[in-house]
């Protein structure tokens, strides 16, 4: 079984903050695959279900970001897991938006959500780092993350959104490769050869070969019909 976490902060203010990505990809996916509703339980709020066979628990912390770890550990204690059976969605700065990355293990690069995670259980769990982009200079992230993805992000969130709740199945066994192939085909889907924007180009036609000019005498070509 494993513990799927998405993180965030609770309340109607943060919902779409980009700081919030995390609690919104496992929204999608508790929606997309009839989990159950939500129930406040170790910290936060979790839906159990399964994907085909396998079990997973989804948790979203509502102790704050800085805590998450509190509500996480609670959760894996309660449960009898292991930090290899956690993986953890959330947003990722140094990764432009509409980027996802799969990463077991490693720092927390200063993300206070992780952080808290690290102090609890320690490093060795997975993420799936959700691309947010960065504002240019370290001290405009924290305002930066506790704002709305703006109109003009709908699209792209959507597509992101959507890879995650396709690749949830993979998530739950923890095949990170299969899951982030479920993500790119939302992402950067397959072209379609119809024509339209990003439609694969035809193949260029095959040049006509290069007739040489005959300079050949008049004797000679005479000559040459009869030989």
Not at 15 to 43: C, T, V, Y
Not at 148 to 162: E, G, Y
Not at 174 to 191: E, I, Q, S, Y
Request: aromatic share 6%; glycine share 12%; proline share 8%.
């Amino acid at each position: 079984m494993k513990l799927i976490v998405g993180l965030g902060n609770p309340g109607a203010k943060y919902a779409h903050n980009r700081h919030n990505i995390g609690f919104m990809a496992l929204d999608r996916i508790a929606a997309d695959h009839g989990f159950p509703a939500w129930k406040s339980k170790h910290q936060g709020v979790v839906s159990e279900g399964r994907f085909g066979s396998d079990r997973a628990v989804l948790l979203k912390p509502e102790t704050y970001m800085n805590k998450s770890g509190d509500s996480v550990g609670a959760a894996m204690r309660f449960h009898k897991l292991e930090p290899a059976d956690v993986v953890v969605l959330h947003d990722e700065i140094d990764l432009a938006p509409a980027k996802v990355k799969w990463k077991v293990g490693g720092g927390h690069a200063g993300h206070n959500g992780l952080r808290s995670i690290h102090a609890h259980i320690g490093p060795d769990y997975a993420r799936v780092r959700l691309g947010v982009g960065h504002p240019g200079h370290k001290d405009a992230v924290p305002g930066y993350v506790l704002r709305d993805f703006p109109k003009a992000d709908a699209d792209w969130l959507d597509d992101v959104m959507r890879g995650c709740s396709d690749g949830a199945p993979y998530l739950a066994v923890g095949d990170g490769a299969k899951f982030m192939n479920a993500v790119g085909l939302r992402v950067t889907p397959p072209r379609s050869g119809t024509g339209q924007k990003g439609a694969t180009k035809p193949p260029a036609p095959t040049p006509e070969p290069v007739q040489k000019p005959d300079d050949r005498s008049a004797l000679q070509k005479l000559m040459d019909r009869f030989t």
